[in-house]
């Protein structure tokens, strides 16, 4: 990094990661019976959160969100940790992911715990693609063909985790998924973990477009698998299939349903089910309609050579199903390097969804992308039920509800987790179209940028967050003339949990690294791909 400020805020990252390693001791088991020296519990422990988790038995040195205000690990938390900490310490980082899927963590029926508060909750499917990440670093920094063995070892407990989520998650079994809050807090006009007020259920965009991501990233994995032992090209193509089946069901409910994708607004949305069997779109440009640009994933035409078994099971499969290759990717085209895409969104439906995405009024600030649109300040989503008026309006900062304890707010402030998914997502876009597709960035700029430029642009928007600017100050600390200032404070960096939607200040939790820790690997100079 030849930046010295760059640097700085790395080291510091670096350093908060390694200081947020904590040891974590919890026996679910003892926990329930109590310590027979002392008083018997009282009874409704019995009958609580994580009376269902009594196999679970932790005692390990484990990366925390924020050793002072959340001292407990959270799945997800910890998959976008081991990236920071792939690129110092990667024996560390698979270590991590390798202990969530242990026999003492994972519960019998594959569900990774998500938290201490209720290891039961359902955190987004991200351990896959992490798992798939560290061992990409890994590889270039050693060498060679890579850790074969930790990738096998995940995979294989990664196939019981995404069992469970298809038997669990996917109420009638149409390939459309739930899941709850899904990490995101208040994003929604409900309590997605909750009893709906209206009854029924929700469709939801992020939890399906969540099970398309981790459908490629098993693929993925698989496929590097059956280069060095061809009985993985069979599980290969299980989850290609399984991929392709989601994205018909995000485009095409079926007659009389209505899609996550509302071609007016041009995004996506979820979709509430009521009782009496009337659907109705929940209008909340967030967040949750820009995750289905994570399912993305590219194949070259080499690795369709070396695995001549899932190539003609592939050719068979779309010839088959031609609806489905028409619907979702550009199998039957050659990008750049005649490599092939598979994606939720094909060309002129990403364009669509990134003019609202790098719109200025909307979702693009100056330090990144908004997990919920600008266009709510004005223009606030209402939603009437039971005689009460929910409402969901932009809030660049601190929450003013009390979903979640109220701590903690995706109505519009900046999340490091997303927007790297975002910048590596467009990375992998750009890599099968190349330098010819354009967008306009920022959306009625008549600026017009390559896919790839759009990631580097996000990238230093979200670095701005931590850096000096002309002025000297740093937009983390906001107006605070002491950490701008004083010697003793400027140049020592917190990493907030997130950050304000239109000035970058730093927001919530103030001791944490934790995912922002990502920065780190946002600095770090990219090698360059073919």
């Not at 369709?304 to 199903?321: D, S």
Request: include cysteine.
């Amino acid at each position: 990094i030849p930046d010295a400020d760059a640097r700085q805020v790395q080291r510091q990252a670096f350093a908060g990661m390694i200081w947020s390693k904590q040891f974590f001791y919890y026996d679910v088991r003892e926990w329930l019976q109590g310590d027979s020296a002392q008083p018997a519990p009282p009874a409704q422990r019995r009958h609580g959160r994580n009376t269902a988790w009594d196999h679970l038995n932790n005692a390990d040195i484990i990366s925390m969100p924020d050793k002072w205000e959340y001292p407990w690990y959270a799945a997800w938390d910890l998959a976008f940790h081991m990236l920071p900490f792939a690129l110092i310490d990667p024996g560390f980082a698979k270590r991590q992911l390798v202990l969530l899927t242990r026999e003492w963590y994972m519960h019998p029926n594959g569900q990774i715990p998500a938290y201490e508060w209720a290891f039961g909750d359902v955190n987004p499917p991200v351990h896959a693609w992490a798992a798939w990440r560290v061992f990409q670093i890994d590889r270039v920094q050693r060498g060679g063909r890579g850790d074969l063995p930790f990738l096998e070892r995940v995979f294989h407990k990664l196939l019981l985790n995404f069992t469970w989520w298809v038997n669990r998650k996917d109420t009638d079994g149409r390939n459309v998924f739930q899941g709850g809050f899904l990490g995101l807090d208040n994003i929604g006009v409900f309590d997605r973990s909750s009893e709906l007020p209206t009854g029924g259920f929700i469709d939801q965009s992020d939890g399906t477009s969540w099970m398309a991501m981790y459908s490629l990233n098993m693929m993925r994995i698989a496929l590097e698998l059956a280069r060095h032992n061809n009985v993985y090209e069979d599980i290969a193509t299980k989850f290609f299939e399984h991929f392709l089946h989601i994205a018909e069901a995000m485009t095409s409910m079926g007659e009389g349903e209505l899609g996550l994708w509302d071609d007016e607004d041009k995004f996506f949305y979820d979709v509430l089910h009521m009782p009496d069997g009337r659907m109705e779109r929940i209008k909340v440009r967030s967040m949750v309609g820009l995750i289905p640009l994570f399912a993305v994933e590219t194949i070259d035409a080499d690795m369709l050579e070396k695995l001549p078994g899932f190539a003609r099971r592939l050719e068979w499969f779309l010839n088959y199903r031609p609806d489905l290759a028409a619907l979702v990717s550009h199998w039957d085209v050659g990008g750049k390097g005649e490599r092939r895409l598979l994606s939720l969104l094909r060309g002129q439906r990403m364009k669509q969804l990134l003019r609202r995405m790098l719109d200025e009024t909307e979702f693009l600030s100056e330090f990144g992308v908004r997990a919920l649109s600008r266009f709510h300040a004005e223009h606030p989503y209402e939603f009437d039920v039971n005689g009460d008026r929910l409402v969901v309006a932009y809030q660049p900062a601190e929450s003013d509800t009390g979903f979640f304890g109220g701590n903690s707010n995706w109505r519009g402030p900046i999340w490091f987790p997303v927007n790297f998914l975002i910048i590596e997502s467009l990375q992998k876009f750009h890599y099968y179209y190349g330098d010819d597709f354009k967008v306009e960035c920022p959306t009625g700029s008549g600026n017009y940028m390559t896919i790839k430029e759009v990631s580097e642009e996000l990238t230093r928007r979200l670095a701005r967050i931590f850096l000096k600017g002309p002025d000297g100050k740093r937009p983390v600390y906001g107006h605070d003339a002491r950490m701008q200032t004083d010697a003793h404070f400027r140049d020592h960096l917190q990493f907030y949990e997130y950050f304000h939607g239109d000035t970058g200040r730093g927001v919530g939790a103030s001791h944490q690294t934790g995912w922002t820790a990502l920065i780190a690997k946002l600095l770090q100079p990219r090698r360059p791909t073919g």
